[in-house]
């Protein structure tokens, strides 16, 4: 299992949609980690203390293990998991934008998670449709008279 995590085996469009997205909130995570300061000046947070540039830094870690999950599915073509990620993910824009209403969370920090998750559904859903109806004229290509031997 491990060599398949290091050289994945041919992966689907879909699982390379789910790993590139595993891999960017890997790197959102890192910078969250390693620069919490500069990463609220950048979402116009407030000025962060102490604890909350350390609540910043705990948070990023939990973020880097679901980027982890995401890495690790796409790598191995784990299709329960893109499926569960299709339920989830274009339902962050409506819970943002309920935060952002109640003043919970700041507009470009919403507006950063909406567009991420739901552009990252988006590429997921396209790949999804796309490999399903590849393998649907496929089967029908299979299934003709024609195609199968008397």
Same mark, same amino acid.
């Given at each position: 299992?491990?060599?398949?995590?290091?050289?994945?085996?041919?992966?689907? &469009?879909?699982?390379?949609?789910? $790993?590139? =997205?595993?891999? +960017?909130?890997?790197?959102?995570?890192?910078? #969250?980690? +390693?620069?919490?300061?500069?990463?609220?000046?950048?979402?116009?947070?407030? !000025? +962060? $203390?102490? %604890? *909350?540039?350390?609540?910043?830094?705990? /948070?990023?870690?939990?973020? &880097?293990?679901? *980027?982890?999950?995401?890495?690790?599915? &796409?790598?191995?073509?784990?299709? *329960?998991?893109?499926? !569960?990620?299709?339920? /989830?993910?274009? #339902?962050?824009?409506?819970?943002?934008?309920?935060?952002?209403?109640?003043?919970?969370?700041? *507009?470009? +920090?919403? #507006?950063?998670?909406?567009? %991420? /998750?739901? &552009?990252? =559904?988006?590429?997921?859903?396209?790949?999804?449709?796309?490999?399903?109806?590849?393998?649907?004229?496929?089967?029908?290509?299979?299934?003709?008279? /024609?195609?199968?031997?008397?």
């Amino acid at each position: 299992m491990f060599r398949r995590l290091l050289h994945p085996p041919v992966q689907t &469009g879909v699982a390379k949609s789910v $790993e590139a =997205f595993g891999w +960017l909130i890997l790197v959102e995570s890192a910078v #969250l980690m +390693l620069a919490p300061h500069f990463s609220a000046a950048l979402l116009h947070l407030p !000025a +962060l $203390e102490p %604890q *909350g540039a350390n609540y910043l830094r705990l /948070d990023a870690l939990l973020v &880097g293990g679901v *980027g982890m999950l995401y890495i690790v599915s &796409g790598r191995l073509n784990a299709e *329960g998991f893109v499926f !569960a990620s299709l339920l /989830d993910r274009p #339902l962050v824009p409506p819970i943002m934008a309920v935060l952002w209403y109640l003043g919970i969370v700041p *507009g470009p +920090l919403a #507006l950063l998670f909406a567009v %991420q /998750d739901f &552009g990252s =559904f988006l590429w997921t859903l396209v790949a999804w449709r796309s490999e399903a109806r590849s393998t649907q004229s496929t089967l029908s290509a299979w299934r003709t008279p /024609d195609a199968c031997p008397a």
